[in-house]
């Protein structure tokens, strides 16, 4: 069993910066996969960015160059650093962890980006 709580958002001006963490109840050494997905109020849910337990990352077309997801074994806890915020970042983002073929997410954190 995993428990992820994320943290970090908030209202930010465009163009500003943000970082989430998603902290993990337990290790995460042996978790296969990471990421954050986003949902926006009327929009489909949206792959950010993923980080496999070797490091390797891939990110979403819409944040590719902005966003830099990252993970810390030795604190549990996965980051989201997040640059030059648009509008259109606006969204709950939340984050998962694949652990064992059971994907677990956190309850979400709301980032609201305004211009």
């Known amino acids: 069993q995993v428990q992820l709580v994320e943290s970090g958002g908030g209202l930010v001006q465009a163009g500003g910066s943000l970082r989430l963490s998603c902290a993990s109840s337990?290790?995460?050494?042996?978790?296969?996969?990471m990421g954050w997905y986003r949902q926006a109020p009327g929009k489909q849910r949206e792959l950010v960015a993923v980080?496999?337990?070797?490091?390797?990352?891939k990110y979403g077309d819409s944040v590719k160059g902005r966003f830099t997801i990252s993970r810390d074994n030795a604190k549990n806890t996965m980051y989201l650093e997040m640059n030059s915020l648009k509008p259109e970042d606006t969204a709950v983002y939340y984050c998962?962890?694949?652990?064992?073929?059971?994907?677990?997410w956190g309850q979400g954190t709301q980032v609201t980006v305004v211009s």
């Open positions: 337990g290790s995460i050494f042996s978790i296969n996969a």
């Open positions: 980080i496999s337990s070797g490091g390797s990352t």
């Open positions: 998962y962890a694949d652990l064992w073929g059971t994907r677990y």
